[in-house]
Structures are given as structure tokens and as C-alpha cells.
């Protein structure tokens, strides 16, 4: 949990640079699709093909001799793959249908070989209908995460389907590639995921535990995905996409990861705003995110009334007035596993004990302390400010 925090702290806090391109292996949606058609003669053993939907080609050696293109020569049993302005749809600005023919001059043995090809214009898809479905998924979550009890479980299942959109996105991006090494294509393709993804997943399984730093864990990692799933929404736009399946379910995979990315960080954003409101924000949303919703002890105390760190978390504020608890002495049922903010005001100095879990605070006289701590143990604890006031009955169950 104190790794997920302090990822969710630097994701957060201190800012992520845009990435520049998220597709392996510098690919982007294009026009259009190369095709190669002749190859003219024919010479055994030389094989040429378009691969990468015609972003580069790749040129086989194997003759008994050396083979030439433009300014390299292939040796024998050698394999060369290269970028050729002629052939390549990227930079193109091409109409459904419009064919532009290509031919390339190679040298085999001394013999001229011409190889032709076409680069064909596809039909671009309904950009706006793709922009609104990402919008609108992304608006209904924000929506539906504070209209229902349990937010919280909302927002980590969005948060990992995000993650598995993203991670899918990243996969069918690396297997078109052909000029690189898979793994490290994956990881270069990958970039900041590498880190939103570990928060992302991790994040969803610990605030599923009760811990509310998970949550903020989530809205770093979904807006980590968000913002690197961004350059890739060129695939609304173009016809052909960079990815190893059907440019539907490219587009698909990049709605789910931006809209559930956005939203997620939307709606976690919540939490921030209301721990912004409380006197000690900064320390409270510090030890939250660096040391986690763990069990407290007296250092963790913070002078503030306690409000709801995160959805899920149970707040229980309680006074005590010229000897006496304000409200009276009750009960308080909690879940558990969840988290509880405890808070305590109090008109004489003094220290509050939380029988069950060995957990004790000081307060201040005319001030108020919170501490949080994750109610895992079952039964009926007595909240006491010493040396025998009874404030509060927390009943965990």
C-alpha cells in the first residue's frame, strides 16, 4: 500500500510529461494502405513485401549475391527493412478510393528490378461518433459514481477495465510491428503505463480492502491513461489503423481507456476536493497517499474534523464538552475492512483510547484531532478519552 501511495503521489503531484506517440513502434492511423503488386523479373531467393501497413519494407536476401536499394547494399543472407518516402501512406492525405502507384528500382546480381506497388485510400470513419462515445462514457461515469452508495466500487471496476483496454490497446499496437524486437517494442510502447498500470490494478485491490488511499491510487493511474491513450484518438479520424485486429476494435479499446481514464479521474478527483476543504489538507492527503490507511498510531493524528477521505470511508466526529460527550455516548456500526475517521474535540486536553486496536491520540484542548484506521477487528470497541469517558462504541461487523 506504501508503494501504491507514493506511485499515486509522483503521478498526481508531480505531473507526467505528454507522451508523443503511444503506438509501437512510432506508427500512426493513416489515409491509407500500401500494397506491393510485382515484382519484375522475378529473382530466386529475393523476397520484398510491405509490411506495417506499408509504413516501411522489408527486403530478404536470399541470392547467391549482394542486392542493392537506393544507397545500401543487402549481403547475402542478410535481411533490411526501411523506410521509403515512395511507398509510405503516412504524410498523405488521401480520399476513399484515390490510388497512388509507386515503383522502386532494385539491383540483383546486376540485374534492375523493378518493384511496383499502390498505396489505396480507405473509407475514414465517423470521427464524431467516436469522440461522443468516449465523452459520453466518460460523463455517465462521473454521473452514476455519485448517485450510487458505493461509488468507490464504481470507480475501481471502471479503473480496471481501463487498465484492460489500455493493456490491449498497447498488445495489438506491438504485434503489427515486424521491425523491432517484440519485448522491447511492448515496453517502449508502453511508457507511462508501465507505471498507470500497477496503480491502476493495485490501487482497485486495495481500496476493495478498505483502503481509501486506494482510490486516489485509482485516479492517478486511470489519469495517467487518459492523457498517453490521448495522441491515439487519430484513429477516430483515419482509415487505417496500427493495430494487429480490426481497426473497430482499435477504436473501441481507445474510447474505453480515455473515457473510463477521464472519468475515473473526475470522479476520484472528489476526494481531493474534500479533503481540500478541511484545515489540514495537505498533511492528511500526505499521509494518505505516503503511508497508506493502515492503523494509526499517535503520530498520524492530524488536527481537523474528519470528513470523507474517500468513498466507503466512515467519518465519526464526537466533542467532549465540560466532562460530558456530545452527541451522547452510541453506537456506530462499520464495515469491515473499512476505513474510519475518527474525530475528536474536546474543551480540555487530554488522550483518546480506542479499545480493540491498541490505538491512542492526544487532543488539545479547543482543538480537534482525526486519526484513520482500518477497522478489521470484529466486535463492539469502546472509544474513551482517559481516564474513563466514554465518547463513542465503534461496532465493527
Known amino acids: ?52 501497413n506499408g509504413a516501411r519494407l522489408l527486403l530478404r536476401n536470399g541470392t547467391g549475391g549482394p542486392v542493392s536499394v537506393g544507397d545500401r547494399t543487402v549481403p547475402p543472407g542478410r535481411t533490411h527493412t526501411w523506410i521509403d518516402a515512395r511507398t509510405t501512406p503516412e504524410g498523405r492525405s488521401l480520399s476513399a478510393g484515390e490510388a497512388v502507384d509507386w515503383t522502386i528500382p532494385v539491383t540483383a546480381g546486376g540485374t534492375t528490378v523493378v518493384v511496383s506497388g499502390r498505396i489505396t485510400g480507405g473509407k475514414p470513419p465517423l470521427a464524431p461518433a467516436w469522440w461522443a462515445a468516449a465523452v459520453l462514457l466518460g460523463a455517465a461515469l462521473v454521473v452514476l459514481s455519485r448517485r450510487i452508495a458505493r461509488g468507490d466500487l464504481l470507480l475501481c471496476g471502471a479503473g480496471l477495465v481501463a487498465a484492460a483496454a489500455s493493456i490491449a490497446h498497447v498488445t495489438g499496437s506491438t504485434l503489427i510491428v515486424e521491425s523491432g524486437p517484440p519485448a522491447t517494442t511492448f515496453l517502449s510502447a508502453a511508457g507511462i503505463n508501465l507505471l498507470a498500470w500497477p496503480l491502476l490494478i493495485g490501487g482497485a485491490v486495495t481500496a476493495l480492502r478498505g483502503r481509501a488511499g486506494g482510490v486516489l491510487a485509482v485516479c492517478g493511474g486511470a489519469a495517467l491513461t487518459a492523457v498517453f491513450v490521448l495522441p491515439d484518438v487519430t484513429s477516430f479520424h ?23 481514464g477521464a472519468g475515473v479521474a473526475v470522479a476520484g478527483a472528489g476526494v481531493l476536493r474534500t479533503l481540500a476543504r478541511q484545515p489540514s489538507a495537505l498533511l492528511l492527503v500526505g499521509v494518505l497517499l505516503l503511508g497508506g490507511c493502515t492503523r494509526a498510531d499517535p503520530a498520524e493524528a492530524v488536527p481537523a474534523s474528519c470528513g470523507s477521505a474517500a468513498p466507503g470511508s466512515v467519518p465519526i466526529n464526537v466533542a467532549l464538552r465540560e466532562g460530558r460527550a456530545e452527541p451522547a455516548p452510541h453506537r456506530v456500526a462499520v464495515p469491515l475492512d473499512s476505513t474510519v475517521l475518527l474525530g475528536v474535540a474536546a474543551d480540555v486536553a487530554g488522550d483518546v483510547h480506542v479499545h480493540g486496536y491498541d490505538l491512542e491520540f492526544p487532543v488539545q484542548a479547543g482543538q480537534s484531532s482525526c486519526v484513520f484506521f482500518a477497522a478489521d477487528v470484529a466486535g463492539l470497541h469502546d472509544v474513551e478519552m482517559h481516564p474513563s469517558t466514554l465518547l463513542v462504541q465503534i461496532e465493527v461487523r
Open 238 to 260: 483515419r482509415a487505417v489503423v496500427p493495430f494487429a485486429g480490426p481497426a473497430a476494435v482499435e477504436r473501441v479499446l481507445v474510447v474505453l481507456a480515455l473515457g473510463l
Open 1 to 52: 500500500m506504501r508503494l501504491l501511495g507514493s506511485l499515486a503521489f509522483v503521478a498526481i503531484f508531480l505531473g507526467i510529461p505528454s507522451p508523443a506517440l503511444a503506438h509501437a513502434g512510432g506508427l500512426t492511423a493513416t489515409d491509407g494502405r500500401t500494397t506491393l503488386i510485382s515484382i519484375t523479373p522475378e529473382v530466386p531467393g529475393l523476397e520484398i513485401r510491405v509490411i506495417e
